[in-house]
């Protein structure tokens, strides 16, 4: 295990830019506090992309986006998860894991995408289309993903909606990767909680089935906002996440996972990047990749991920508090759904 100095000196190398000392070696003393409890409680910590350098570049296993991480839960021969992401993936490790004791650091964690939509509007929509296969954003409840056929990330969506073979799909909850992933593949998408532009919409608009939630920091994004950066500072990689708009998609360099995101920043030589996602992992990307410039265009943090920090993922282990608990009648039909979805790949 790594002595708090060692700690130190790790936290110390990505943050000296950004944090004074003193606040860096306080960091470190709670992380250190947290390694040992994780060796004491036989415990894995998942850490997602987008949350702070404090806690990303110090106590996960591992760290990656929703898609890794779900299979590092289904993998993990440890007694217990710390998931420091939001409620929904420590669902999801709960779901693919149910023998293990799964903690979420701060209850407040929730999702705008996971709580635009409902189990039953689920139901509704089956009703409204019957035969059609239902497609879930990783980013749901757990409930949501056991009314599913399968579910997909911002990583494998285009590869699980191809992998159908199915002439028209239900894709929820996010809007705007539904449209994108609706350009990927070709389909004609409908929206039917709006109401059709010029009446009503042909039998071709629905080849795909969408819902009109949304990701609060990524619909922020503007095509503007590109324009902008490609005025001011020209040669820039602009790289979007799939949960921006179409138009912020056709308008960027690169459009992919936070690790498909975070791979091609290592792979690319740019002058300087810009990453249209959660700022917490602009930050991350440049703290590992310190020859590379890279620019910031938001000033807030998704309310979500900020909700965990070092502090609450401490207490949680102290405490074993924040247990996440799925229903097995749930659970089991849940799980359906994401096995299916890890073994498309």
Not at 41 to 64: C, K, Q, W
Not at 284 to 289: G, H, I, K, P, T
């Amino acid at each position: 295990m790594k002595t708090v100095e060692q700690i130190y000196e790790q936290l110390s190398q990505r943050l000296r830019n950004t944090a004074p000392d003193f606040e860096i070696r306080l960091k470190a003393e709670t992380a250190f506090r947290i390694e040992q409890l994780k060796r004491e409680r036989n415990a894995v910590i998942l850490g997602h992309n987008y949350m702070e350098a404090a806690l990303f570049h110090s106590i996960p296993d591992f760290t990656g986006d929703s898609l890794e991480l779900s299979r590092r839960a289904a993998e993990t021969d440890r007694d217990m998860i710390v998931f420091c992401g939001v409620r929904f993936m420590a669902e999801t490790a709960k779901i693919l894991s149910p023998e293990k004791t799964v903690l979420v650091p701060s209850p407040k964690a929730g999702c705008s995408l996971a709580e635009s939509i409902t189990a039953a509007d689920v139901r509704a929509l089956r009703e409204q289309f019957p035969g059609v296969p239902v497609v879930t954003y990783i980013n749901t409840y757990a409930d949501v993903k056991a009314e599913s056929d399968i579910c997909c990330t911002s990583g494998n969506a285009q590869q699980v909606v191809e992998s159908l073979g199915s002439d028209t799909v239900i894709f929820l909850p996010d809007e705007y990767l539904a449209g994108n992933v609706a350009q990927q593949t070709g389909k004609h998408i409908v929206f039917p909680t709006k109401s059709p532009v010029g009446g009503q919409t042909s039998g071709l608009d629905y080849q795909m089935i969408g819902w009109n939630g949304r990701c609060e920091v990524h619909e922020k994004f503007t095509v503007q906002d590109i324009e902008n950066i490609r005025a001011d500072f020209p040669g820039t990689l602009i790289l979007a996440h799939p949960e921006c708009s179409p138009e912020v998609v056709a308008a960027s360099d690169f459009a992919g996972s936070t690790t498909a995101m975070i791979r091609y920043v290592r792979e690319q030589q740019a002058p300087r990047y810009l990453l249209l996602t959660e700022c917490a992992m602009g930050d991350n990307v440049a703290a590992d990749n310190p020859d590379r410039e890279m620019l910031r265009l938001c000033s807030v943090r998704c309310p979500h991920m900020n909700e965990i920090t070092l502090d609450d993922t401490l207490a949680a282990l102290e405490q074993t508090r924040y247990v996440v608990e799925v229903p097995e009648d749930i659970r089991r039909r849940a799980f359906a759904a994401v096995d299916r979805m890890l073994r498309i790949g």
